[in-house]
């Protein structure tokens, strides 16, 4: 399969913990983005690399979240001291951007699902 | 603030029916436009998209239309199925400024057969 990849496909923490998620895109895909969906929402942007250097944020990401791509491949998705509101499925996806194409298709992985008891 | 709107949240429709998926918009900035299908637990599919160069994408049974003037989107499916069923999602994109989608809130088609 080598569609975007996401792990754990799901996770209950307690309260105040810390969970990290994974990601991995599209192979050669440059651009990758963090998105997160609740109950009857689209899913919302929490924020994006291109390569190795993550140039937005939302403002839906808190200092309790981080993200990393360390070496432009694989990302991951912190939550430190999760919250009961953080409970969602976290949405990673990726495309294949070039500065010259307009509107370049996001690809998106299967998504995981975060429940906070 | 929603800049994109789709309000209806849910359409059914007959088997080998058309079905007609609205969206809305409200930033000019957009420039480009996508339909995601989603089934429960799992992560948005991708359908079709269109540039706001073009008024008409066709492809298969799925073909999106788009007015700019009225800032306004279709998604049609004909003949529909009931393996359409799902959520639909429209996303709109500024490839000018910020690089995310933003997305409407969905709209549950369900094809009967």
């Known amino acids: 399969d080598t569609g975007v990849s996401q792990d754990p496909r799901h996770k209950i923490t307690k309260r105040g913990q810390n969970v990290t998620f994974r990601c991995d895109p599209i192979?050669?895909?440059?651009?990758l983005y963090w998105y997160r969906q609740t109950l009857g929402q689209g899913p919302e942007f929490l924020t994006y690399?291109?390569?190795?250097?993550?140039?937005?944020k939302s403002r839906l990401l808190s200092d309790r979240f981080s993200a990393e791509r360390p070496k432009g491949s694989f990302s991951t998705l912190e939550i430190q001291r999760t919250e009961q509101g953080d409970s969602a499925m976290y949405l990673c996806a990726s495309s294949l951007g070039h500065r010259e194409v307009t509107g370049n298709t996001i690809y998106f992985g299967e998504g995981s699902w975060l429940t906070v008891v | 603030d929603q800049q994109v709107k789709q309000n209806s949240p849910s359409l059914s429709v007959q088997e080998g029916r058309i079905s007609i998926l609205n969206c809305d918009y409200t930033n000019s900035m957009f420039d480009y436009f996508l339909w995601y299908k989603k089934y429960p637990a799992e992560g948005p599919t991708f359908l079709i998209s269109?540039?706001?160069?073009?008024d008409k994408n066709e492809d298969g049974r799925f073909t999106v239309f788009l007015n700019k003037s009225a800032k306004h989107l279709s998604l049609h499916i004909v003949p529909s199925q009931p393996g359409d069923s799902a959520v639909y999602f429209c996303?709109?994109?500024?490839?000018?400024?910020?690089?995310?989608?933003?997305f409407g809130s969905g709209t549950q088609l369900t094809v009967l057969p």
């Open positions: 269109i540039s706001s160069i073009k």
């Open positions: 690399f291109q390569n190795e250097a993550q140039l937005e």
């Open positions: 996303a709109a994109y500024s490839s000018g400024s910020a690089r995310q989608l933003t």
């Open positions: 192979s050669e895909h440059n651009r």
